[in-house]
């Protein structure tokens, strides 16, 4: 693994080869590029170049005055990634929770340069917003931060994914937290972000679990016929609790003719 800065943002990459497609990986609310590290192992790191980011205000990369709603992120990335593909291949995304609304926007952003979209338990419905919504319930972001990193120690005591997302949790800047939390909310309204994945063009699938996914969005998945993949007793973090299956699927999947 090596690391690229590009506008600010952290991003660690494989070695990177003319010629060959492109993955990117975009983490979730609070999260960071952390959640992805077992992808390097995985049979993706053979076949394809790997870029996987620090989103602004979390991981490594700071916050950027410049980019601060999640919309603006979108635009930062798609500018990232269309400077960096000149001399490679179509991109594929892989995107997680609240931060697939950015994978959603880059895919309308780039159009044609998308191969293949892999929402993982991206916001659909309002009901996505369990955690990215907490922010919402407090007077001050001091009170949010100090009452949810309490919530997910906890939690992170006795699972796994919670114990790799509680790591990133202490990386994520608090008004980078607010700031996506305060911005992503005109955009799930009445699910506006599930007709907009929807509607794209690009071959896509939404990966789900039946343990954490809330019945509003699963019946979202069965009405608008969303193409999807359930992984039955996997919960939000499938690519920590499911990543061999996982990777070895999309790697599948994107060699499909």
């Known amino acids: ?21 492109s993955i990117w990986f975009l983490h979730g609310f609070a999260d960071s590029g952390l959640a992805y590290k077992e992808v390097f192992e995985s049979p993706l790191n053979e076949d394809f170049n790997i870029y996987v980011i620090d989103l602004p205000g979390f991981g490594v990369s700071p916050i950027n005055p410049d980019f601060l709603s999640i919309k603006q992120q979108a635009t930062l990335v798609s500018n990232i990634i269309e400077e960096e593909i000149a001399n490679q291949g179509k ?15 880059v895919c309308q952003n780039l159009k044609e340069k998308i191969n293949y979209y892999f929402n993982i338990e991206g916001n659909l419905t309002e009901a996505d917003s369990y955690f990215s919504g907490k922010p919402l319930k407090f007077n001050s972001t001091e009170e949010f931060v100090t009452k949810f990193d309490e919530e997910v120690f906890e939690l992170a005591k006795f699972e796994e994914r919670y114990k790799r997302y509680y790591c990133s949790l202490r990386l994520a800047e608090p008004e980078g937290m607010k700031n996506w939390s305060f911005t992503s909310q005109e955009y799930i309204k009445e699910g506006s972000c599930g007709i907009e994945f929807k509607e794209l063009n690009c071959k896509k699938v939404y990966i789900w679990g039946d343990v954490d996914t809330p019945k509003e969005t699963q019946s979202f998945i069965e009405e608008n016929k969303i193409p999807n993949q359930l992984y039955a007793g996997i919960g939000h973090w499938h690519m920590v609790e499911n990543a061999k299956q996982l990777y070895t699927d999309i790697n599948k999947k994107i060699k499909l003719p």
Not at 1 to 20: A, C, D, E, L
Not at 91 to 105: D, K, R
């Open 1 to 21: 693994m090596t690391i690229q800065i590009r506008h600010k943002v952290f991003i660690r990459t494989n070695q990177i080869k003319s010629g060959r497609q």
């Open 91 to 105: 991109v594929n995304l892989v995107a997680h929770s609240l931060g697939a609304l950015i994978g959603t926007w």
